[in-house]
């Protein structure tokens, strides 16, 4: 888009103006630029299925894409090492214990990576969020060390997942695993992926049209919430060998 009132139609002048129409975000899913962080902001943007991506120092891009990429929490796809990771139990594994500690490794350097996406500014706005109950981790531990993780927002039963990191083999994907047997048990429609992967795709997940996404997404965000902390009500490993003292 180049043409100048697409480009005013798109730039967040406003704190109180309203994202355009998703159908009009162009080819690559972007919606919107410009705006802020704020707490109303991340929300508003959340529950009608978008999300900010963007670098440290850009103006702030907003995005809902289509395809979107989505996992329902009962369609994980559990290899036959996967399966042996989750059942070694040689971890303990926690809701929202140490969410800033889970956002920090999940914005540290990556294998064949430059840079990071989840800037300071990211980290405070979504810090802030968790402390107003929206946004949740899943916290992997090994011998009183946090060796993976994950994060992501919760609107209703609709869950966005954000970024996940490990520090030893498997430990995302174990942090994955038992995020979607709790929110299967507290009936979470979807987990929202936003953007296709490999190793998205190996773990169950699919792409949907934008249009089937939304209309799951608001049937779910429209289902009571969970405000946080979150505590698992599934059995997990909890070994205090393993928990931080």
Known sequence: M????????????????PFPPVELADPSGLIAFGGDLSPKRLLDAYSAGIF??????????????DPRSILIP??????????????????????????????????GPRAKE???????????????LHHLGHVHSVEVWRDGELVGG??????????????????????????????????????????DCQVTTSHLGSLGAVDVPRADYLRL??????????????????SVPNSPNHLPG
Request: with cysteine.
């Open 74 to 107: 009962t369609d994980l796809r559990v290899s036959k090492s996967f399966r042996k990771s989750v059942a070694a139990a040689d971890y303990a594994v926690t809701m929202d214990r140490a969410f800033a500690d889970v956002m920090s490794n999940c914005a």
């Open 114 to 128: 430059a840079g990071t996406w989840i800037g300071s500014d990211m980290q405070a706005a979504y810090l802030e």
């Open 217 to 234: 997404h608001a049937e779910a965000a429209a289902r009571p919430a969970l405000p946080g902390p979150w505590q698992f009500e599934i």
């Open 150 to 191: 994950l994060y992501g927002v919760a609107r209703g039963r609709s869950f966005a997942g954000e970024s996940m990191f490990s520090r030893a083999r498997d430990t995302s994907k174990v942090a994955l695993y038992w995020l979607c047997a709790q929110l299967a048990a507290w009936e979470f429609a979807l987990i």
């Open 2 to 17: 180049t043409d100048a009132t697409d480009l005013m139609r798109m730039y967040l002048a406003d704190p109180d103006q």
């Open 52 to 65: 900010p991506w963007y670098n440290p120092g850009e103006t702030i891009h907003w995005y809902c894409p």
